[in-house]
């Protein structure tokens, strides 16, 4: 029998937008892992022993010694590994992809999973440039595949706490948030030698500092802001490490304007520690994050503040595998949160607007996301 092509589109559309239809909601999805050049693939690989939300079923890593070294330090069957991102998906055709590539690398993977109807989450930030961030987007559209981003602030409480509080008008009216993230530096803090060299590098990375940091801050304050662009954004970056890092920052500061608020972000590889924290201040109080899980307030009417354990997040948000099983399984709409394609769009406006702003040394108006 033929099928004309109006038949096969609706068939292709109704199996993107159920690909888990007939799974129990505790069915663990299957995953593949491309790439093992992004560090923060070891904790994945930590962790998913003891996570009941997936099944790894396919690693695609090319550097065939980097991969043995995968393979000899955490245990894994040879038969998960492929040299070839295209055998993989056709032979495995997993649930999702979890990109630990180079960020410039993230299109590639997430236009050709999209092409076999296969969802993605990538590590942060979305990708590079807003081309590239255009491009996922229509791919995204034309196969009806998820495409979400892995930040580590996601999955604090401490973070969702604040955000419930600013929606909730609690704090009143906000008009300063100011984000703090880095850490000592990657080479100071030991990063490997197959991830280094991409994480210092302008074209595979987006920028230094800049990018590898100010990302979560702009995620934070594009959910806060309901996912509206900010009007401008004036940013400065150095390099206070030359030897280390010739071709990138290593430290950034970017003013994000909005009406009636001001963002201000703070990147760097150059603190004294590792730090990933946000401080809000409304017309009626404030609310500063410390940690994952605690905070510290002030309403109006009080003479001190009050540290306080942040409330606890719902189970299928306490981390990127279950919150990414619940997207899958139909439980969670991912539009407007942290992680969301949609708010991820706004992000790289953040982003390349700051570094257009350091390279001309100018406030650059943040240019309107194409629809």
């Known amino acids: 029998m033929r099928f004309g092509s109006g038949f096969k589109i609706a068939l292709a559309l109704l199996t993107a937008l159920v690909p888990m239809q007939g799974y129990a909601a505790d069915t663990p999805i299957r995953v593949a892992i491309v790439g093992l050049v992004h560090g923060h693939v070891k904790g ?3 962790a998913l022993p003891k996570d009941p939300n997936a099944k ?3 690693i695609v890593e090319p550097d065939t010694a980097l991969a043995a070294q995968y393979k000899s330090q955490y245990g894994l069957d040879q038969a998960l590994f492929y040299t070839d991102l295209e055998t993989m998906l056709n032979a495995q055709h997993p649930d999702a992809v979890l990109v630990y590539t180079t960020i410039k690398d993230h299109r590639r993977v997430i236009e050709a999973a999209a ?8 590590e942060k930030p979305l990708t590079t440039t807003m081309e590239d961030a255009l491009a996922i987007r229509a791919a995204a559209r034309e196969h009806h595949v998820q495409v979400l981003v892995n930040y580590e602030t996601t999955w604090y409480s401490s973070n969702n706490d604040v955000e419930d509080q600013v929606a909730a008008g609690k704090l009143g009216a906000i008009r300063k948030v100011v984000v703090h993230d880095g850490h000592e530096g990657p080479k100071e803090i030991g990063v490997g030698p197959e991830w280094l060299p991409w994480l210092t590098d302008p074209k595979l990375n987006g920028a230094g500092a800049l990018f590898d940091f100010g ?9 806060m802001m309901h996912g509206q662009a ?3 954004v004036t940013a400065v970056a150095q390099t206070d490490k030359p030897g280390i890092y010739p071709h990138v920052d290593d430290d950034a500061t970017v003013i994000i304007r909005y009406p009636g608020l001001q963002g201000v972000l703070m990147p760097s590889w150059n603190w004294s520690f590792a730090r990933k924290d946000m401080e809000v201040y409304g017309v009626d109080g404030y609310a500063i994050t410390v940690g994952p899980d605690q905070l510290r307030t002030r309403y109006k009417g009080q003479k001190t503040e009050t540290p306080s354990p942040a ?4 189970v299928n948000r306490q981390g990127s595998l279950a919150y990414l099983a619940a997207v899958l399984h139909g ?8 992680s969301a394609l949609d708010t991820n769009m706004v992000v790289m406006q953040i982003l390349t607007t700051a570094r257009e ?3 001309s040394g100018h406030t650059v108006t943040v240019k309107p996301l194409p629809q």
């Open 215 to 223: 990302c979560y801050g702009a995620d934070l304050l594009t959910v």
């Open 115 to 122: 092409k076999h109807n296969i969802s993605s989450m990538v």
């Open 357 to 359: 702003s350091v390279e």
């Open 230 to 232: 900010p009007l401008s």
């Open 311 to 314: 409330k606890a997040l719902p």
């Open 44 to 46: 994945f690989l930590h």
């Open 56 to 58: 790894l079923v396919a």
């Open 331 to 338: 439980e969670i709409k991912p539009d407007g949160d942290l």
